[in-house]
């Protein structure tokens, strides 16, 4: 997998770097699904590397910022393993298969997604309430009803060196995916003659709005 530079021009695009390009085909089928697929991966776990790696250009102090930076890079990287309507998920089975670590670690951080970040539901979150009892000696006995919120700290250094690695073996895997669905496609066009790819429709694209954020693509 590759970067390519684009430009976007309302509902099309335009390549950049193809002095040579004629027309840019739309094409489909599962394995271009697949492949569409595999490219939302890859920005949702780019998106992850950079909450991650932002991280420690926030001050220790701004501690809510860097927890938001933390979570953001859990959640976002899980949304790659979670089942979804409009796009296959990753298999952590097929991506960390040879390591037991990793498959270890890997069902921790889906564990604090979903029963703490998400769901408040494991003890990492507490809250706690009690009464400040007075010695007696005034006409009422209770000075005050407090209640205590108490968060579990997970932003430590071992955990943010391996939700790195998982991160890291996950976008090796979906690049490599992506290429080998990528040539076999390519295979597959360049058997058909020039003439008939020629006459295809051309790549467009029409950005969503707001009447669109309840609806599956």
Same mark, same amino acid.
């Not at 990753?90 to 390591?99: A, F, G, N, P, T």
């Given at each position: 997998?590759?970067?390519?530079?684009?430009?976007?021009?309302?509902?099309?695009?335009?390549?950049?770097?193809?002095?040579?390009?004629?027309?840019?085909?739309?094409?489909?089928?599962?394995?271009?699904?697949?492949?569409?697929?595999?490219?939302?991966?890859?920005?949702?776990?780019?998106?992850?590397?950079?909450?991650?790696?932002?991280?420690?250009?926030?001050?220790?102090?701004?501690?809510?910022?860097?927890?938001?930076?933390?979570?953001?890079?859990?959640?976002?990287?899980?949304?790659?393993?979670?089942?979804?309507?409009?796009?296959?998920?990753?298999?952590?089975?097929?991506?960390?298969?040879?390591?037991?670590?990793?498959?270890?670690?890997?069902?921790?951080?889906?564990?604090?997604?979903?029963?703490?970040?998400?769901?408040? =539901?494991?003890?990492? @979150?507490?809250? %706690?309430? $009690?009464?400040? #009892?007075?010695?007696? &000696?005034? !006409?009422?006995?209770? =000075?005050?009803?407090? @209640?205590?919120? %108490?968060? $579990?700290?997970? #932003?430590?250094?071992? &955990?943010? !060196?391996?939700?790195?690695?998982?991160?890291?073996?996950?976008?090796?895997?979906?690049?490599?995916?992506?290429?080998?669905?990528?040539?076999?496609?390519?295979?597959?066009?360049?058997?058909?003659?020039?003439?008939?790819?020629?006459?295809?429709?051309?790549?467009?694209?029409?950005?969503?709005?707001?009447?669109?954020?309840?609806?599956?693509?």
């Amino acid at each position: 997998m590759e970067n390519i530079k684009i430009l976007k021009n309302e509902n099309s695009i335009s390549i950049i770097g193809f002095s040579d390009a004629a027309k840019v085909i739309k094409i489909d089928g599962p394995k271009v699904k697949r492949l569409n697929d595999l490219l939302l991966h890859r920005m949702d776990l780019e998106f992850s590397e950079y909450c991650l790696n932002a991280i420690n250009k926030v001050h220790k102090e701004e501690n809510q910022l860097r927890q938001s930076l933390w979570r953001s890079a859990i959640v976002n990287y899980f949304k790659c393993f979670a089942s979804n309507k409009s796009r296959s998920q990753l298999s952590e089975i097929r991506i960390y298969k040879s390591d037991s670590m990793a498959l270890e670690i890997f069902t921790y951080f889906k564990n604090l997604r979903n029963k703490y970040f998400i769901h408040d =539901e494991n003890s990492y @979150t507490q809250s %706690i309430s $009690g009464a400040i #009892l007075n010695q007696g &000696n005034k !006409s009422y006995k209770i =000075e005050k009803l407090i @209640t205590l919120g %108490i968060l $579990g700290e997970t #932003l430590e250094d071992a &955990n943010f !060196s391996n939700l790195s690695l998982l991160i890291k073996i996950a976008q090796r895997w979906v690049d490599h995916e992506y290429d080998v669905i990528a040539k076999d496609i390519t295979r597959e066009l360049e058997a058909i003659p020039y003439d008939e790819l020629l006459k295809r429709e051309e790549v467009s694209f029409r950005i969503s709005d707001i009447s669109k954020v309840d609806k599956e693509r």
